[in-house]
């Protein structure tokens, strides 16, 4: 085997994939430039770590476990001029997550509070933190099942791990006795510990409707959830409704901010 193909296998062997497929284009152009030896390696270890980090937060990603991938960049803050940006700005440096503070997105359905939870939660995914995202019923049905196999003290340790944890549609489905006090056992395990996003289509004076009639309950998560804690509260029709609306060419003339 000749020198570039041996060299560009033991790059391989040693899981160098960057430095290995760039190899030779670098020698075809330092040939020409002429930089310096340490000049060379350094470009070449800069790539691969680049790479490296990529795959990182592809693979933070994916383990968070998103629906569907939304930035903040892509929101239409014009469809809700009433959202605290300013909030939504400095949440978007990940300070909270240092501090173990909760989000609680609060408004109707179709109003953005998913797609401002998972551009969070992106951000996270990006600093490198361990971030989950899941539906409230499917967590709660993976809660139930762990205390049925008696794994749910390992189960709990694991969620209080995450760095963020991503709560969606609190409120959707009332919860039975069981999965009410799985959900406080859930707050009460990350209180202090690990930042939470909540988002929910009821306001904070209607939770004991969520918790099967609980206001105690209910009261107890929201002291834990609200001790610190930013809440948005998004208002407006549907932007949802509206696309599928203007899709079907039913959108009234009224004159509505643009999407």
């Not at 994939?17 to 310096?36: F, I, N, R, V």
């Not at 991938?69 to 700005?89: A, M, Q």
């Not at 408004?107 to 401002?116: Q, Y």
Request: aromatic share 6%; with cysteine.
């Amino acid at each position: 085997m000749s020198e570039l193909p041996l060299l560009q296998e033991q790059l391989k062997r040693l899981r160098l994939h960057t430095m290995a497929a760039l190899l030779e284009p670098t020698l075809a152009k330092a040939a020409k430039t002429q930089p310096s030896y340490s000049a060379f390696l350094e470009g070449l270890v800069q790539e691969e770590l680049a790479a490296k980090a990529d795959r990182s937060i592809n693979a933070r990603i994916a383990k968070a476990k998103f629906p569907v991938v939304r930035t903040l960049e892509s929101f239409d803050f014009s469809w809700e001029p009433d959202l605290p940006v300013p909030l939504i700005k400095e949440l978007a440096r990940l300070d909270f997550l240092e501090r173990a503070e909760n989000v609680v997105l609060v408004g109707p359905p179709g109003t953005g509070k998913t797609h401002l939870a998972i551009a969070l939660a992106l951000k996270a995914c990006g600093a490198r933190q361990r971030v989950l995202f899941s539906y409230l019923p499917h967590l709660l049905d993976q809660l139930v099942a762990a205390t049925a196999d008696h794994s749910l003290g390992g189960r709990l340790r694991d969620l209080g791990k995450l760095d963020l944890l991503v709560v969606d549609e609190l409120g959707y489905l009332p919860m039975d006795a069981q999965r009410a006090s799985l959900f406080f056992q859930l707050v009460s395990h990350r209180y202090e510990r690990g930042a939470t996003i909540i988002t929910t289509n009821k306001p904070f004076d209607q939770w004991g409707q969520i918790f099967g009639g609980d206001q105690v309950m209910a009261a107890a998560i929201l002291d834990r959830l609200l001790h610190h804690c930013h809440i948005i509260v998004t208002h407006g029709p549907s932007y949802r409704m509206k696309e599928k609306l203007r899709y079907a060419g039913l959108e009234t003339s009224q004159e509505e901010p643009v999407s």
